[in-house]
């Protein structure tokens, strides 16, 4: 019984490592398509900067050397996340893109940012 624990756990890391990867990826796809202007390539690096390093972190997470490194990495993942959800924000509003055209990339972020902090929630109880 506690073996299955572990593998779920350990499945659920898994998957979340991929997840997180593929967001990533969609970032920069969705970044390629913000305007060259001095104040578009500002945002395109910040997005790009905030929207990878969600995996990055949680990558990291998955292979800290203790509980308080883990939580930390954590904190990263979901103040991360909440920063990719403000710069979709500053783009919708801008103008740059539509709504429709970043909605899975602003749902994405908003479920991560969800899944950290329930992850960040449980480790503090």
Sequence with gaps: MIEDELNKKKKFAKD???RTKLFAISIIKLSIKLPETPEGKVIK???TKSGTS???NYREANRSRSKADFKNKIKICE???SETQYWLEI???MGWLRS???KSEYNE???LLAIFTSISKNLNA
Excluded: F, K, N, R
Aim: net charge negative.
């Design 91 to 93: 783009i919708i509003q």
């Design 79 to 81: 103040g991360e996340a």
């Design 100 to 102: 429709d055209e970043i």
């Design 109 to 111: 972020s908003g479920e």
């Design 45 to 47: 690096y910040q997005l």
């Design 54 to 56: 969600v995996g990055a």
């Design 16 to 18: 979340l490592e991929e």
